[in-house]
């Protein structure tokens, strides 16, 4: 039997982090503290158009519904919508987004990112939802809890938990390292898997510089060994932004520099090639994973073997 075989996929969103000025009196990542990443970048990455032919400064909802979903979000609201998504973008979510698509294909696709939830929950009831949250809870019907992340089956947003600390998480930390090895982990059990890290955006509000060195120093350590970890076979590693902000300093707001595409491993070539604007990167990944046929579809799932518990569930 002559089956398909897709790669799998490790995607990581970094929110905030465009291609910049090279000079490291404004753009942090010049300044040395995250050496690997920028190599990476130098060798594997290439500018990708966020303004969606829009005027204005691009911005987190529609920019992430874009990423996400493969609609032009910002002409179809009319203008750049900034933090979370409304009930019009988050209409074009539940419609289409990555996560379900993968699952309508016949693939096995998940959120790595933990979420230290109070119970019961209302998280499916907040009005305030980011664009990862509406996909993950319209795709999967529950998100990974801090239960799940103390057993190395979810990451933190911020990699280390240090950031828990203040919310009164007194479990352990990780290292960025230990982050990385636990997202390849899970990465190992799926066809896809997306990280969201969106410290950077954090940084480049805050104005900051000693905090943007401090967040691009841990994301470069994670990021050295996660490629050095995700590697080999049709394994295929993902970096995505939404917008700039962390790249240049001089401002507290996000940027009109392009934002990052960056990819490695198991047809790389292939996928950058299709990737020029935020909202072709839903439409290229989708290219890569053609719908199974219902055998396939049992084998894959048949192939399962992942030490995930039952994803949370927030509808009540």
Known sequence: ???FHPPRVLMVFVDGLGLG??????????????????????????PMAADMGMPGLPQSATGQ???????????????????????????????RNLFSE????????????????????????????????????HAFGGVRDEGVMEKGRAVYHDLTRQGL????????????????????????DYDFTLFEFFETDRAGHSGRWQEAQAVLGRLDRFWARLVARWRGGR??????????????????????????????????????ARVERIEEVTPALLALFPARSAQDRALNMLNVDSADP?????SG
């Open 1 to 3: 039997m002559n089956l």
């Open 21 to 46: 000025s090279s000079d490291p009196a404004i753009n942090p990542l010049r300044s040395g503290v995250a050496p690997f990443l920028c190599r990476y970048l130098w060798r594997h990455g290439q």
């Open 165 to 188: 600390r203040a919310r009164g998480y007194r479990g352990p930390l990780r290292t960025p390292e230990e982050a990385a090895e636990d997202l390849v982990a899970i990465g190992a």
């Open 310 to 314: 039952p994803l949370r569930l927030l």
């Open 102 to 137: 993968l699952l309508t294909r016949g693939y096995r696709a998940t959120f790595a990112n933990a979420y230290y939830l109070e119970a019961p929950s209302p998280l499916a009831r907040r009005g305030v939802q980011s664009v990862t949250t509406v996909a993950a809870l």
């Open 235 to 272: 394994r295929l590693l993902v970096l995505v932004s939404d917008h700039g902000n962390i790249e240049d300093m001089s401002t507290r707001g996000h940027t009109v520099n392009p934002a990052v595409f960056a990819a490695s491993g198991y047809g790389a070539g292939g996928l950058r």
């Open 65 to 95: 519904t874009a990423l996400l979903t493969g609609w032009n979000a910002a002409r179809a609201i009319g203008r750049h919508v900034e933090g979370f998504p409304g009930p019009v973008l988050r209409a074009l979510i539940r419609e």
